[in-house]
Protein backbone atom coordinates (compact mmCIF):
# COMPACT_ATOMS: atom_id res chain seq x y z
CA UNK A 1 0.00 0.00 0.00
CA UNK A 2 1.20 3.30 -0.79
CA UNK A 3 2.47 5.48 2.03
CA UNK A 4 0.01 8.35 2.34
CA UNK A 5 1.64 11.64 0.99
CA UNK A 6 2.13 14.39 4.08
CA UNK A 7 1.65 18.33 3.65
CA UNK A 8 2.78 20.84 6.27
CA UNK A 9 0.60 23.91 6.22
CA UNK A 10 2.02 27.17 8.17
CA UNK A 11 0.51 30.33 8.46
CA UNK A 12 -0.46 32.80 11.12
CA UNK A 13 -3.76 33.94 9.30
CA UNK A 14 -6.00 31.43 10.56
CA UNK A 15 -8.60 32.25 7.41
CA UNK A 16 -5.73 31.16 4.78
CA UNK A 17 -5.11 28.04 7.28
CA UNK A 18 -8.65 26.98 6.35
CA UNK A 19 -8.66 27.75 2.78
CA UNK A 20 -5.55 25.51 2.07
CA UNK A 21 -6.44 23.13 4.37
CA UNK A 22 -10.21 22.60 2.73
CA UNK A 23 -8.09 22.66 -0.53
CA UNK A 24 -4.89 20.53 -0.16
CA UNK A 25 -6.78 17.83 1.89
CA UNK A 26 -9.01 17.18 -1.76
CA UNK A 27 -5.76 15.75 -2.80
CA UNK A 28 -6.59 12.79 -0.57
CA UNK A 29 -3.24 13.84 1.15
CA UNK A 30 -3.10 13.87 4.98
CA UNK A 31 -2.75 18.05 6.20
CA UNK A 32 -0.68 18.87 9.24
CA UNK A 33 -1.94 22.67 10.37
CA UNK A 34 0.55 24.84 12.13
CA UNK A 35 -0.20 28.29 13.09
CA UNK A 36 3.32 29.45 13.67
CA UNK A 37 6.77 28.83 12.17
CA UNK A 38 7.81 27.74 15.63
CA UNK A 39 5.02 24.97 15.40
CA UNK A 40 5.87 24.00 12.69
CA UNK A 41 9.37 22.92 13.64
CA UNK A 42 7.87 21.10 16.05
CA UNK A 43 5.79 19.15 13.13
CA UNK A 44 8.41 18.61 11.06
CA UNK A 45 9.33 15.33 12.88
CA UNK A 46 6.37 14.14 11.23
CA UNK A 47 8.42 14.28 7.85
CA UNK A 48 6.16 16.40 5.25
CA UNK A 49 6.05 15.86 1.83
CA UNK A 50 5.45 19.41 0.96
CA UNK A 51 5.44 22.52 3.13
CA UNK A 52 3.33 25.14 2.14
CA UNK A 53 3.99 28.22 4.47
CA UNK A 54 3.46 32.17 4.71
CA UNK A 55 6.44 33.85 4.03
CA UNK A 56 5.85 37.24 6.37
CA UNK A 57 5.18 35.83 9.67
CA UNK A 58 5.67 37.14 13.28
CA UNK A 59 8.74 34.86 15.15
CA UNK A 60 10.11 32.18 12.78
CA UNK A 61 9.50 33.60 9.15
CA UNK A 62 8.96 31.49 5.98
CA UNK A 63 13.07 31.92 4.99
CA UNK A 64 14.09 30.77 8.44
CA UNK A 65 11.54 27.65 8.32
CA UNK A 66 13.21 26.81 4.81
CA UNK A 67 17.02 26.93 6.18
CA UNK A 68 15.61 24.96 9.57
CA UNK A 69 13.91 22.09 7.01
CA UNK A 70 17.41 22.43 4.83
CA UNK A 71 19.98 22.02 7.97
CA UNK A 72 18.01 19.11 9.59
CA UNK A 73 18.69 17.54 6.36
CA UNK A 74 14.94 17.33 4.80
CA UNK A 75 14.57 17.05 1.31
CA UNK A 76 11.20 18.57 1.19
CA UNK A 77 10.11 20.95 -1.40
CA UNK A 78 8.49 24.30 -0.12
CA UNK A 79 5.98 26.75 -1.20
CA UNK A 80 5.48 30.06 -0.33
CA UNK A 81 2.34 31.93 0.28
CA UNK A 82 2.99 35.72 0.90
CA UNK A 83 0.96 39.37 0.64
CA UNK A 84 4.05 41.46 0.19
CA UNK A 85 5.31 40.04 -3.20
CA UNK A 86 8.73 41.84 -4.36
CA UNK A 87 11.15 41.54 -6.91
CA UNK A 88 13.97 40.70 -4.25
CA UNK A 89 11.61 38.15 -1.99
CA UNK A 90 11.33 36.24 -6.09
CA UNK A 91 14.87 36.59 -6.73
CA UNK A 92 14.93 34.87 -3.14
CA UNK A 93 12.86 32.14 -4.06
CA UNK A 94 15.12 30.95 -7.09
CA UNK A 95 18.16 31.27 -5.22
CA UNK A 96 16.91 29.26 -2.46
CA UNK A 97 14.91 26.51 -4.80
CA UNK A 98 11.82 27.36 -3.42
CA UNK A 99 9.03 25.06 -5.73
CA UNK A 100 7.14 28.01 -5.95
CA UNK A 101 5.88 31.62 -4.68
CA UNK A 102 2.12 32.75 -4.68
CA UNK A 103 1.01 36.31 -3.80
CA UNK A 104 -2.50 36.83 -1.36
CA UNK A 105 -4.81 36.65 -2.62
CA UNK A 106 -4.28 33.20 -4.64
CA UNK A 107 -6.36 31.31 -7.20
CA UNK A 108 -6.59 28.24 -5.12
CA UNK A 109 -6.84 26.21 -8.14
CA UNK A 110 -3.19 27.40 -9.23
CA UNK A 111 -1.79 26.15 -5.55
CA UNK A 112 -3.35 23.14 -6.28
CA UNK A 113 -1.81 22.60 -9.42
CA UNK A 114 1.90 23.19 -7.67
CA UNK A 115 1.08 20.81 -4.97
CA UNK A 116 0.14 18.31 -7.24
CA UNK A 117 3.29 18.71 -9.26
CA UNK A 118 5.63 19.02 -5.98
CA UNK A 119 4.30 15.92 -4.49
CA UNK A 120 5.11 14.06 -7.49
CA UNK A 121 9.08 15.21 -7.60
CA UNK A 122 11.58 12.94 -6.71
CA UNK A 123 13.59 13.23 -3.63
CA UNK A 124 16.80 12.24 -6.00
CA UNK A 125 15.95 15.58 -8.50
CA UNK A 126 15.37 17.49 -5.20
CA UNK A 127 18.61 16.60 -4.01
CA UNK A 128 20.99 17.03 -7.55
CA UNK A 129 19.55 21.15 -7.94
CA UNK A 130 21.83 24.15 -7.47
CA UNK A 131 20.75 26.38 -4.76
CA UNK A 132 17.95 26.87 -7.19
CA UNK A 133 15.70 25.64 -10.15
CA UNK A 134 17.62 28.04 -12.00
CA UNK A 135 21.30 28.03 -13.18
CA UNK A 136 23.52 30.72 -12.15
CA UNK A 137 23.46 31.89 -15.91
CA UNK A 138 20.02 32.12 -15.88
CA UNK A 139 20.16 33.92 -12.45
CA UNK A 140 22.39 36.70 -13.23
CA UNK A 141 20.24 37.71 -16.69
CA UNK A 142 17.03 37.74 -14.03
CA UNK A 143 18.80 40.15 -11.89
CA UNK A 144 17.05 43.70 -13.00
CA UNK A 145 15.13 45.86 -11.93
CA UNK A 146 11.66 46.74 -13.10
CA UNK A 147 9.84 49.78 -12.97
CA UNK A 148 7.37 49.49 -9.89
CA UNK A 149 4.67 50.13 -12.52
CA UNK A 150 5.11 47.47 -14.65
CA UNK A 151 5.69 45.02 -11.93
CA UNK A 152 2.32 46.17 -10.43
CA UNK A 153 0.84 45.38 -14.27
CA UNK A 154 2.39 42.02 -14.06
CA UNK A 155 1.26 41.41 -11.01
CA UNK A 156 -1.95 41.95 -12.15
CA UNK A 157 -1.63 39.78 -14.95
CA UNK A 158 -0.67 36.75 -13.12
CA UNK A 159 -3.52 37.04 -10.70
CA UNK A 160 -5.95 37.59 -13.59
CA UNK A 161 -4.16 34.42 -15.02
CA UNK A 162 -4.51 32.50 -12.20
CA UNK A 163 -0.57 31.65 -12.22
CA UNK A 164 2.11 32.72 -9.51
CA UNK A 165 4.70 34.82 -10.78
CA UNK A 166 7.18 32.48 -10.46
CA UNK A 167 5.93 30.00 -13.16
CA UNK A 168 5.13 33.51 -15.80
CA UNK A 169 8.97 33.84 -15.27
CA UNK A 170 9.78 30.16 -16.08
CA UNK A 171 7.32 30.76 -19.11
CA UNK A 172 9.27 33.63 -20.31
CA UNK A 173 13.19 32.51 -19.57
CA UNK A 174 12.01 29.30 -20.97
CA UNK A 175 10.47 31.00 -24.16
CA UNK A 176 13.76 33.26 -24.19
CA UNK A 177 16.31 30.61 -24.08
CA UNK A 178 14.95 28.03 -25.90
CA UNK A 179 15.64 25.59 -23.23
CA UNK A 180 14.31 24.14 -20.20
CA UNK A 181 15.68 26.66 -17.42
CA UNK A 182 14.72 24.28 -14.38
CA UNK A 183 14.03 20.87 -13.16
CA UNK A 184 10.41 21.86 -12.48
CA UNK A 185 7.84 22.33 -15.50
CA UNK A 186 6.01 25.77 -15.38
CA UNK A 187 2.28 25.05 -14.70
Not at 77 to 104: N, S, Y
Not at 119 to 145: D, N
Not at 153 to 165: P, R, V, W, Y
Request: contains cysteine; hydrophobic residues 40%; charged residues 30%.
Amino acid sequence: MAKTKKVLIVDDEAVTLKILEKAVTSLDVSVIMAESGSRALELLAEEPDLIISDYDMPGLNGLELLLTVRERGLVTPVIWVTGKATQDLMRETWRLGVFDLFQKPFKVKSVLDQVREALLVKKEELISRKPSFLSEKFYQRIGFEVDKSIYLKLEEHCKENGISLTTYFYRMLEKEFGENVGAKKAG
